[in-house]
Structures are given as C-alpha cells and as structure tokens.
C-alpha cells in the first residue's frame, strides 16, 4: 500500500506549489527532503514543516545526490520549472532556451535516473511531475515552455511503458492557471499579479498539494497517468480566461 512510503523529495520547494506540497507531505508523516535555491526560504520551511533542506539548483544533479546518498526515496515531485521568457520564437535569447530545456524537461530526467532504480529494486515508489496546459495547447510566446512541457508529459508516458509491472507509479499534475512566482520574470515590470490574477479566480498552490496528496494516497495497484485542473473560469482554447463578477 502507499502507506509504505516513507520518505519524499521536492524540487522547487521554496515557492508557490512546491512550497505547498512540502507541508503536506509531512502531515503525512512522510521524511521531507525540500529541495530549492533560496537558502533563507529553504531555513524557514525546514523550521516550520520539518523539511530536511537541500540548497542546491535542480540541475545539479550531483549536489542532490550527494545529499540523498543513502537514502530510500518512496515519492519524486518533480516541480521546479521556470518560465524566463515570454516572446515570439525568432525574438528570444538562446540562452532562455537552454536554461527552459535544462530546468524543465533534462533535470527531471536526471532526478529521475537518480531515484529510479532503487525504486525499482524495491518495488515501491511514486514519480510525480508538474506539468503544464502550455505542454498539451499552444498559447502565444510560450513556445519553448511549452515544448518542455510537452516533452516532459511524454517522458511520462514512455515511463510508465518501462515501469509495468515494477509497481512504481508515474503521475503527471497538469494545471492550467495557477497563482505562483513563475511569471514573475517573464512578464516585465513586476506587472505579473496585475495582468494574470487581478479580477481573476486562479487556482492556488494549496489546490495542487490537494490533488498531489490525492494521488499519492490511492493504493498502489490505483495509478492516476494524468490529470488536468484549471480554474473554473479557464479554458484551454488560445488561453481563454475571462474575469469573475459576483
């Protein structure tokens, strides 16, 4: 059963949905391993969850596996994402094209080969990643993130075709609009709040952590391959949103 899990690791756990599913975990009673770049903010979660911190960029896959060394991990949230630009494809920087490739879709990959094969020896484990709406429809100047995206939902798939009978599980979170820091740099001016969440009912953070712990608590013969959730008010054609009047 689930219930044999034991222990957890987290990327992007400093913030936004990671930063909510790290708590739950743990009211869970699982051994948080909360991985994240923020040293302050990594401090201040192990303080208040009882996380292990782990300060280290999620494409060091190095740093992380020396932290892990020896340790039995039971469920991988693969969540840190960064979406560092917001332009059409011929005005992009190159470098925001590797940095959306290597975060987003190469260093789950790579965290994922961390973990697997003991998983795989043990016959027990849980591979969760968030995905995104922009890597199942194609929104304006998004085209990179959402091939990431993409790529990530197919490594999914293909994961669990390596994993039959192995009893691991492999999750994919797809949301749609979701109140957290990832547009922070690519819409500018500090304008983000303004322009996606103003007026609007986004789903939050602690929404996410919800259909995590949701998933992860279903017996383990009971795989849940992918689920989308966008708000109410949202609709995958073209991004279509419109704001809420009570």
Known sequence: MSDAYRVAVVTGATSGIGKAI?????SRGLAVYAVGRNEEELDALAASSGAIAVKADVRDTTRIAA??????????????????????????????ID????????????LTRLVLPG????????????????????????SVYGASKAGLSLFCDNLRCDLLGSSVRVSE????????????????????????YDGYRPIQPENIAQIVHDVIALPVHVD?????????????????MVKFEA
């Open 224 to 240: 849940v391959a992918r689920i989308e959730v966008f708000p109410t008010d949202q609709a995958t054609g073209g991004g279509t």
């Open 99 to 110: 940095a959306m490739i290597d975060i987003n879709l190469k260093a789950p990959m790579h």
């Open 22 to 26: 790290v708590p739950m975990l743990r």
């Open 67 to 96: 932290a892990l060394d020896g340790i039995e991990v039971d469920v991988l949230v693969n969540n840190a994402g960064i979406l560092s630009a917001r332009a059409a494809f011929a005005e992009i920087d190159p470098a925001e």
């Open 173 to 196: 979170i797809v949301p749609g609009r979701v109140q957290t820091a990832l547009y922070r740099t690519s819409i500018p001016g500090g304008q983000a709040n303004a322009v996606l």
């Open 119 to 142: 998983m795989v020896a043990r016959k027990r484990g849980h591979l969760i990643y968030i995905g995104s709406s922009g890597g199942q429809a194609p929104y304006p100047s998004m």
